[in-house]
C-alpha cells in the first residue's frame, strides 16, 4: 500500500518547504494550489456541471479572501466590479452582498443556493439580478476570478512588504498543517 510521503500546500510542495519561501517561491506556489486545485477543475466542468463548477470557484473567492485579509463582498466587488452595483430586490445591498449571503453562506451552511439564487451558463455576465433571481455564470466568473487572482501574485513578486504579509497570513492560516508536515518524516 502506497502512503503519501507528506502534506502538500500545492502539488509538489510540501509545507514545510512553504515556510521560508522567498517571493517568487510563494507566488508559484499559490499559483500551483490555486490553478491545480481550484480555478482549473472549476473551468473544465462548468460546460456540463455549472453547479458544481459554481461551488470550487465560490470556495476559492473565500479562501482568497481570506488569505489577503479582506472580506469576501470586497474582494468580490474587486474581481467583478458589475457585483458593486445595488441588489434591485434589496434595501442598501449590493449584487456582492447577495452573492456573500446567498450563494456563499447558501452553498457552506445549506448545500444549496439561497433565495432563488442559480448558476446558469446562459447568463452573458459573471453575476446579475434577472427579475428575482440572483443568476451567477461560472464560466465568466472563473475569467474575472483568475484575472483578478493574478494581479495578487504579481504584487506578491514585486512587492516585499506583500509577500511579507502574505507568507504570514499562510503561516497562521496553515499552522496546523506546516506543524503536521513538520513531523511527518519521523512518523
Known sequence: MQKPDGLYFAPNVRFRDLYDADANELADALESRSMNWFLMPAKQIAQTAPFSSGIIVTCFIDAASEIEGINVIDWLKEAVPASSELDPRRTKKSIADSFYEDVRHGLIHHSRLSRGAE?????????????????????????????????????IRVDEKKHQKFLEEIRKVFRVDFEADETWDRM
Do not use: H, Q
Open 119 to 155: 448558476f446558469s451558463l446562459d447568463l452573458n455576465s459573471a453575476i446579475e439580478v434577472v427579475n428575482s433571481v440572483l443568476v451567477v455564470n461560472p464560466s465568466i466568473l472563473i475569467v474575472d476570478v483568475i484575472k483578478r487572482w493574478e494581479e495578487t501574485l504579481s504584487m
